[in-house]
Nanobody, 123 residues
Framework: QVQLVESGGGLVQAGGSLRLSCAAS????????IGWFRQAPGKEREFVAG????????YYEDSVKGRFTISRDNAKNTVYLQMNSLKPEDTAVYSC????????????????WGQGTQVTVSS
């Protein structure tokens, strides 16, 4: 199993930037792919970005392409989500999750989850 802890959320004005971190423990990242999800009150949880170890491929939700970048630092056992040009509609609780299978966009495909970190973007 793997344990995940998110950090880096906060309040930012529209157009600003934040970098979220997902720190993993329990196992090395080589066994898992990591995805970022977000959920706003009254809305369904949606996939944001994912990164797979095999080939180092990344995958993004259309609404964040060109604005968000997912990356990893194996030495720190950490996956990052750099969020630029933030919009009010990006406001949500952001969670990272680990999957045995790469390139999954459905939350049900992820076996392990962090507790989430709040991102609020003001207009």
């Amino acid at each position: 199993q793997v344990q995940l802890v998110e950090s880096g959320g906060g309040l930012v004005q529209a157009g600003g930037s934040l970098r979220l971190s997902c720190a993993a423990s329990g196992r090395t990242f080589s066994s898992y792919s990591i995805g970022w999800f977000r959920q706003a009150p009254g809305k369904e949880r949606e996939f944001v970005a994912g990164i797979a170890w095999t080939g180092g491929s990344t995958y993004y939700e259309d609404s964040v392409k060109g604005r968000f970048t997912i990356s990893r630092d194996n030495a720190k056992n950490t996956v990052y989500l750099q969020m630029n040009s933030l919009k009010p509609e990006d406001t949500a609780v952001y969670s990272c999750a680990a999957s045995y299978v790469p390139n999954m966009v459905a939350a049900a495909a992820y076996a392990f989850w962090g507790q989430g970190t709040q991102v609020t973007v003001s207009s």
